[in-house]
């Protein structure tokens, strides 16, 4: 599979985050994310990126206690983390794959890994906005060159979000979300200096996407894999979890380093074809609301 190459430094938007976050608008919810338990009592565990009819998109470390309890209850089309709503879809996952099996707290580039799902769902078909779900878009081949390299002035609307702790130390039933304003690579990590509104990731929310608005298409830049204490004393005498998060600086897993092991575990289960053709269908669907353009 051809890569696409990202190059991510200083961005700008206008809405907060997880902590000193704002909650996204149930009609503007994004149909890619998803929200995933390891039981069957609806108890949130971590975000997620749907990227195919029968694969989710998350952290590693999230995966850790799967092998524990053998599958996932995930929750496609999720809004409120704790209730069930008459638009949720769920479906099992008995089959995933977790990168990197040894946790680290300073590397988080191989903080990855996927979910298959028992059954599939249907994508970029559903008319009613309401069902409808819309993989993100990662594979480069809908891009008319072999490689893209995106300047930071080409990103619009760059956003996380999730459903992690906010500022009162509370998991946020409501999705909420956050602009980065500035933001690097480093070795296959992503490295988030500033947000608008000063927001943190937060725990609850690994797994969740960095997505990146080009031309109004919606491109996967990686997931979140954690934090990376600024002062590793702080850190450790804070007794508040979300506190801490105020100490590290947020990490995501870059999913151009990802995708050459992504794609060789997809084809592993035969589902590579599957894949390809529903990112190819909804880069469609996206195009369709801009005008049938590419992205430039």
């Avoid at 559903?126 to 008319?144: G, H, V």
């Avoid at 990686?222 to 600024?230: E, K």
Wanted: net charge neutral; proline share 4%; glycine share 6%.
């Amino acid at each position: 599979m051809k890569l696409l190459i990202v190059v991510a430094l200083c961005l700008h938007g206008g809405t907060a985050m997880i902590l000193r976050g704002s909650s996204v608008k149930r009609s503007q919810a994004p149909r890619w994310m998803v929200s995933y338990h390891t039981d069957t009592q609806h108890q949130f565990n971590c975000g997620g990126t749907l990227i195919a009819p029968r694969i989710i998109h998350t952290a590693g470390h999230c995966l850790r206690k799967a092998e524990r309890d053998g599958h996932f209850v995930v929750t496609l089309n999720d809004f409120l983390s704790d209730t069930p709503e008459k638009s949720e879809l769920k479906r099992t996952g008995s089959d995933w794959y977790l990168r990197n099996k040894k946790h680290s707290t300073t590397d988080k580039a191989d903080d990855y890994g996927l979910i298959f799902l028992d059954k599939p769902v249907s994508v970029c078909e559903e008319e009613e906005y309401d069902t409808l779900l819309a993989p993100i878009i990662i594979d480069s081949s809908i891009f008319p060159n072999e490689t893209a390299v995106l300047e930071p002035a080409s990103m619009m609307g760059c956003s996380i979000t999730g459903w992690g702790l906010n500022e009162k130390g509370r998991y946020d039933p409501p999705l909420r979300q956050a602009r980065p304003r500035k933001m690097y690579t480093v070795r296959g990590m992503i490295y988030v200096v500033k947000y608008d509104n000063d927001a943190r990731a937060c725990n609850g929310d690994s797994g969740s996407p960095l997505v990146c608005k080009i031309m109004n298409i919606p491109v996967l830049m990686g997931n979140v894999a954690g934090g990376i204490a600024i002062d590793d004393e702080a850190v450790q005498e804070e007794k508040e979890d979300w506190k801490k998060c105020d100490l590290r600086r947020d990490v995501y897993s870059y999913i151009t380093r990802q995708m050459p092991v992504l794609e060789k575990e997809i084809r592993k289960r035969d589902m590579w074809d599957e894949f390809v053709q529903a990112q190819r269908r909804c880069a469609s669907y996206y195009m369709s609301r801009n005008g049938n353009k590419w992205i430039h």
